[in-house]
């Protein structure tokens, strides 16, 4: 028969065990807490990106959710993407300026984050914000971004986010009267756009090395390019409409205008099938400019009335909000005053207004900067003190596991002795 001892011997095995037990269940909780918040981001986050495509506000009160619990968590990641998708619902929004402000809060933790996941998402944003600051005439800020994403596509071969910055650096490029380049970088997109059969961003890139000749004066080189695209059994309706458009944009430079308004009229003639207002607007500035310049004042008004209705669904920028002027220089040529001076000012105003974002822009820019270079002083006087509590950390980690196997050597040692009891006992039975 076993003795008192003996059973107690083996309660004192049980509870040992149980406290080991309980000592590695905590730990484990300690480590999965953190996890389990950063799956709960990474689930918020996946609920706003369904949402941004039907319902922005719900999206953007999700994604400051994600960004609170985030920066609770000290989730890097998680801050990042947080301030993408806040940044992409503003620039839907058209809220340009809050936009490049999430966008550089993004890039400045990107910058230290690793892995595929991480670039791909980063490579959106430099596109992104090199789009905004292309708007507001920041061609050198919008290139550096251009060539971190490439160097950044290279690194993790991703040869489609490759071709879009391709394409935007040359835009860019162009933009800012720097044609030689902006064709180097053409020749290779074009050959990168052959290599992964992509026949939509080949169009961009013939769309693009036709505006570059053109911008040369190389005008018959130009509608080369533009023809090639009329031609091809990949264009879309809207490519051969920007198509019409262009060639019709280089005739009216070469003073061909009676040619040059028959193409902008085919133009817009395929344009009015397209439920695109921006696609529209051009077209329709651009013969009211045309007429303007060769003196219809009647004709050049019922094209800039029938853009003026286009102009909420815009970006308010200067090639836009420029419609203002011709109606105010039509309506002062037909003496009506009062029409003219309301749309001198309207032009005034939004001058005014453009001119603002981009010192916002700017100055977020800049003050993000600042606030980089004081966190960067500040990490450097919390780094100790951090320090010092990862080596507490460390140390009681090490004090637990060292208990814990104390506890697995005491509970063996009892074991074996409970073991050998158990065998007496049952030896003097028998």
């Not at 905590?26 to 996946?46: G, N, R």
């Not at 090395?209 to 009329?230: C, N, P, T, W």
């Not at 220089?329 to 749309?343: E, G, H, M, W």
């Not at 003190?385 to 080596?391: D, F, H, L, N, T």
Request: proline fraction near 1%; hydrophobic fraction near 40%.
């Amino acid at each position: 028969m076993i003795s008192q001892r003996q059973v107690f011997t083996c309660l004192c095995y049980l509870g040992a065990l149980m406290r080991l037990l309980t000592i590695f269940l905590l730990i484990l909780l300690a480590l999965t807490i953190q996890a389990s918040s950063h799956d709960v981001v990474d689930q918020l986050h996946k609920q706003a990106y369904e949402l941004l495509d039907v319902d922005l506000d719900s999206a953007m009160k999700i994604a400051e959710q994600s960004l609170k619990l985030s920066e609770k968590e000290d989730y890097q990641w998680g801050i990042a993407n947080s301030y993408y998708i806040k940044g992409y619902i503003h620039r839907q929004q058209n809220k340009l300026a809050m936009a490049q402000l999430m966008y550089l809060k993004a890039i400045n933790i990107f910058n230290h984050l690793g892995g595929k996941k991480a670039a791909k998402t980063y490579l959106d944003v430099l596109l992104n914000s090199g789009s905004i600051f292309r708007k507001y005439y920041k061609y050198d800020e919008a290139i550096e971004f251009y060539n971190k994403g490439l160097e950044l596509a290279d690194i993790w071969i991703m040869e489609k986010q490759k071709l879009k910055l391709l394409i935007n650096k040359s835009s860019a490029l162009q933009d800012k009267g720097e044609l030689d380049n902006s064709l180097e970088v053409l020749k290779e997109a074009v050959g990168l756009a052959y290599q992964l059969e992509d026949s939509s961003r080949l169009i961009k890139c013939w769309n693009l090395i036709g505006l570059v000749h053109k911008d040369s004066q190389f005008y018959e080189m130009a509608r080369e390019y533009y023809h090639y695209i009329l031609s091809s059994p990949s264009a879309s309706e809207k490519d051969k409409a920007a198509a019409y458009h262009n060639i019709a944009v280089t005739f009216n430079e070469e003073n061909q205008f009676d040619t040059s308004r028959e193409y902008f009229e085919m133009a817009l003639g395929l344009k009015r099938s397209i439920d695109e207002p921006q696609l529209l607007f051009s077209t329709l500035y651009e013969l009211t400019n045309w007429h303007m310049t060769n003196n219809d004042t009647v004709n050049a008004m019922s094209y800039a009335l029938e853009a003026e209705q286009f102009y909420p669904e815009l970006e308010k920028l200067p090639e836009v909000f420029s419609i203002y002027h011709f109606l105010h220089l039509i309506f002062r040529n037909q003496n009506d005053f009062d029409k003219a001076n309301n749309y001198s000012i309207k032009y005034y105003e939004e001058s005014q207004t453009f001119y603002t974002k981009i010192k916002e822009i700017m100055r977020a820019k800049d003050e993000l900067e600042m606030d980089l270079i004081l966190a960067g002083f500040e990490t450097e006087q919390k780094a100790e003190a951090q320090q010092k509590i990862s080596r507490q950390k460390v140390l009681t980690l090490s004090i637990l596991l060292a208990v814990a196997g104390m506890l697995l050597v005491y509970i063996y040692i009892k074991r074996h002795f409970f073991r050998r009891e158990l065998t007496q006992v049952i030896k003097s039975i028998q």
